[in-house]
């Protein structure tokens, strides 16, 4: 089927399947004769327990951002909402000390209003989206801390289609990534 609901080597149907479904897909598992009901399934994991963990973001695994990744050499503003998301990257990874005192921000025990990082970082996604502790769980990698190499695009999605309007990107997939 479209759904990808087939008949195992008994010719039985699995018991329950579990699918990312936008309402065009919703409506097509609902007409499917071997769909007997759809139950709706909220985000099981709430939203606060994505990172950064002592900010309300209000995304959730599947809507997670906009976030800005952090270059070598890039300034931002010290707000409470950059604070929350590169908190972890000015005082963990580039080792200063962050603290807000009277609404004002000091690095290392200076007034601060903005900050430059010292190291490019990384977004990790795991490739078991829905089960992966990855960078939604822990935030940025610091390239130091990466180890090994992109060799292949194995997926690639266009996240404003569905996959059944032109959602997979072919020319994409199985291509070589080559280093800039």
């Not at 973001?57 to 976030?67: A, F, I, K, Q, V």
């Not at 604070?83 to 025990?109: M, P, Q, S």
């Not at 090994?148 to 266009?158: E, Q, T, V």
Request: proline share 8%; net charge positive; charged share 25%.
């Amino acid at each position: 089927s479209m759904l990808g609901i087939q008949p195992n080597g008994n010719g039985q149907y699995n018991p329950v399947y579990h699918f990312p479904l936008t309402q065009k897909t919703l409506e097509i598992a609902k007409k499917l004769p071997v769909v007997k009901r759809v139950i709706l399934e909220p985000d099981p994991v709430g939203a606060d327990s994505y990172y950064p963990v002592d900010y309300q973001t209000g995304w959730s695994r599947d809507n997670y951002g906009p976030l800005w990744i952090p270059k070598k050499g890039a300034t931002i503003p010290l707000t409470e909402r950059n604070i929350a998301l590169y908190k972890r990257c000015i005082v963990n990874y580039e080792h200063n000390k962050l603290e807000v005192k009277d609404g004002k921000v000091y690095i290392n025990g200076k007034p601060e209003t903005a900050y430059t990082f010292k190291y490019d970082y990384y977004w990790m996604m795991g490739d078991n989206r829905h089960n992966s502790a990855d960078s939604r769980s822990w935030g940025f990698v610091p390239e130091d801390h990466i180890v090994g190499k992109p060799i292949m695009i194995w997926l690639s999605l266009d996240k404003d289609r569905s996959l059944f309007d032109g959602g997979i990107r072919w020319n994409r997939m199985f291509r070589w990534v080559h280093p800039d």
